[in-house]
């Protein structure tokens, strides 16, 4: 297992290590690098591919001296970048995580090169005041991480979410449901629900020129399609892509149709694409 020292907290991460032209991979929301298994394969016979864990999820724990808003994960990965000796990348993030990549990319702008964003958080507000108030109740964490991740509603709660326009099978549900009943899953959760800002405002996504593709389940009952047609309409050098039938975890529910969008915007003259 490999991990860095960013001020402090030790992110894991995964390097293929071959290949010229960088994808990195930012998972989403209670999730971690195992989402992107089904694609990460294939691309890297093609493309140098990092995937990582932001603090408190996966592997990489909730650090205390952390601290949880959008903007620090997006200039925490610059740094985490910087310190592998990358400075040129293409990035790939999913619901949480493409926020996170378009905060990086707006901090950093010469660092990065295409996005590539997943079902992209967009919209969303900090938690009002009484939310935040509750998630600084002190042992909060321990308290929920006992009487309620455990229970099996969030079991059937996170398989409703993710089932998706096709349903997922249990074992493909399983990790995800895993995750979200880790003591450091809970800390991070309430973490963000303390420190978290608004989503990127619409001036500021209109500073960003990147080439962006936007890919979205049209069934997403967790980021809807709305988002999408939201950051279409303010990123300038947007393509807004639907898959039909698909709900919020489109590289679990059709990898192959997933690859082929992201070989389409990567590599637009590779024809080996997986059938």
């Known amino acids: 297992m490999s991990f860095l020292n960013i001020e402090g907290t030790k992110i894991y991460y995964e390097d293929s290590l071959a290949g010229e032209e960088v994808l990195v991979f930012i998972h989403g929301f209670i999730s971690s690098s195992i989402c ?135 074992d493909v549900l399983k990790p995800y449901i895993n995750m979200c009943k880790r003591r450091e899953v809970v800390k991070a959760v309430l973490k963000l629900g303390r420190e978290r800002e608004d989503d990127m405002s619409i001036r500021e996504l209109n500073n960003i020129s990147h080439q962006t593709y936007l890919l979205w389940g049209r069934e997403d009952q967790v980021v809807r399609l709305t988002e999408g047609e939201f950051l279409h309409t303010h990123l300038k050098n947007s393509t807004l892509a639907v898959i039909e039938h698909c709900g919020h975890l489109p590289m679990e529910e059709y990898p192959t149709t997933v690859l082929h969008h992201l070989y389409a915007f990567f590599e637009p003259n590779f024809s080996n694409v997986p059938k």
Not at 55 to 67: D, L, Q
Not at 97 to 104: K, P, S, T, W
Not at 133 to 159: G, H, K, M, T, W
């Open 36 to 170: 992107w298994r089904p694609l990460i394969n294939d691309l890297s016979q093609r493309f140098r591919i990092i995937v990582f864990d932001l603090p408190g999820f996966g592997k990489t724990v909730a650090s205390n001296c952390f601290k949880y808003t959008l903007t620090n994960y997006g200039l925490t990965l610059n740094a985490f970048l910087e310190k592998l000796g990358i400075f040129k990348a293409h990035l790939v993030g999913h619901s949480l995580g493409a926020q996170i990549a378009l905060q990086a990319v707006h901090s950093k702008p010469d660092l990065y090169q295409k996005l590539f964003l997943i079902a992209a958080s967009a919209e969303r507000k900090r938690p009002p005041w009484l939310a935040r108030l509750f998630c600084s109740f002190p042992y909060l964490d321990e308290a929920a991480y006992r009487f309620y991740f455990q229970d099996d509603l969030v079991n059937i709660a996170i398989s409703k979410v993710l089932a998706g326009g096709v349903g997922l099978e249990e």
